[in-house]
């Protein structure tokens, strides 16, 4: 069954520190990949997405991701994390040519402090 | 442009009760979901529609019923609300670039 791991339950960084959180995901064909970000008492909102093309994705707000198909990751990466970066981040997969089904991670909260 | 909303905000029920979560999207979006978010369980998928007057079940779809009489609006009801249904709910809605666009959620409590 497809599935999507987010091994870092609870990040907590300083501000200007490196990011990169980790994300999984098993299903034997070809997929669509996404991160979403949802800030304090906000909905989700999409970060960055992957379907085809260069593996390296990026986003909004100077976030980027890189597709490794090998290893089934799409890891969300940053180079200086800021205090508004603070959010809960969600990984999501979806299958080729299928808007009908996806599956989020159980989210990495992130905590940065100022 | 609304996007997608939701009514209402919060609620609370007691167990047994029934009600109707709506949710609207005004970017003629084919496809609508309900979902579910609880602590460190993430996003899990309630049922979903592809169109207009068609719904599917998803990941977690006992105890919820859903209709899509119009393309722009998606219903989930529960017929008799438990505790175990307290939860933070969203919509989302997408087009075939099938990334989603979510609603701001309905904190629905049951006592």
């Known amino acids: 069954a497809q599935s999507v791991s987010q091994h870092n339950h609870h990040v907590i960084l300083s501000e200007a520190a490196s990011l990169e959180l980790g994300c999984n995901y098993s299903?034997?064909?070809?997929?669509?990949l996404f991160w979403y970000v949802q800030y304090p008492g906000q909905h989700l909102q999409l970060l960055l997405k992957?379907?085809?093309?260069?593996?390296l994705v990026k986003g909004i707000k100077g976030f980027e991701a890189e597709f490794i198909k090998s290893k089934f990751s799409f890891n969300l990466r940053k180079p200086s994390v800021q205090w508004s970066d603070t959010a809960e981040y969600f990984c999501a997969v979806t299958p080729y040519s299928s808007a009908s089904k996806i599956i989020f991670g159980s989210g990495t909260r992130l905590s940065i402090r100022p | 442009n609304a996007g997608v909303t939701q009514t209402p905000k919060f609620r609370v029920l007691k167990t047994g009760q029934s009600m109707t979560l709506l949710c609207a999207q005004d970017?003629?979006?084919?496809?609508m979901y309900w979902y579910r978010q609880d602590p460190g369980m993430g996003l899990r998928l309630i049922h979903y529609?592809?169109?207009?007057?068609?719904?599917a079940k998803g990941e977690v779809p006992d105890g919820y019923n859903v209709s899509r009489l119009k393309k722009q609006n998606f219903l989930l009801g529960l017929e008799s609300a438990a505790p175990s249904q307290t939860s933070v709910y969203f919509c989302?809605?997408?087009?075939?670039?099938?990334?989603?666009?979510f609603g701001p959620g309905t904190r629905l409590t049951v006592t």
């Open positions: 989302a809605s997408g087009g075939q670039t099938y990334e989603q666009y």
């Open positions: 529609s592809v169109g207009e007057g068609t719904t």
């Open positions: 970017m003629n979006h084919e496809y």
């Open positions: 299903y034997g064909g070809t997929v669509n």
């Open positions: 992957y379907f085809s093309g260069d593996p």
